[in-house]
């Protein structure tokens, strides 16, 4: 997404919409998809099958579609870029 919004959109001027970036819209997509399925694999051992449907659905239309809706992409990319480097710290 960033590499999408940033690159092409801003430096190159293309505009970003489904027809001209078909490809990296469905590559997003199975990347979110996977980021679901692991989640919800390493939640499942702890807190079972109901309960992390509902922390996913909880966090996923509780936090992220939020925050994906009210924050511009270039606070989203760097809030990304912070999240992800902590984590790579905390668990590298």
């Known amino acids: ?7 092409h959109g801003k430096i190159q001027g293309k505009t970003v919409n489904y027809q001209n970036f078909r490809n990296e ?3 997003i997509m199975f990347l979110i998809l996977l980021a679901s399925v692991s989640f919800q ?4 051992p702890a807190y ?9 659905i909880l966090f ?3 936090i992220l579609i939020q ?6 992409s270039y606070v989203q990319n760097l ?3 912070i999240v992800m480097t902590f984590f790579l710290q905390e668990y590298a």
């Open 25 to 27: 819209t469905h590559g």
């Open 1 to 7: 997404k960033a590499y999408v919004v940033m690159y």
């Open 48 to 56: 079972g099958g109901w309960k992390t449907f509902f922390i996913l």
């Open 79 to 81: 809030v990304g870029a």
């Open 41 to 44: 694999l390493a939640l499942w």
């Open 60 to 62: 996923g239309f509780g």
């Open 67 to 72: 925050f994906a809706l009210i924050v511009p």
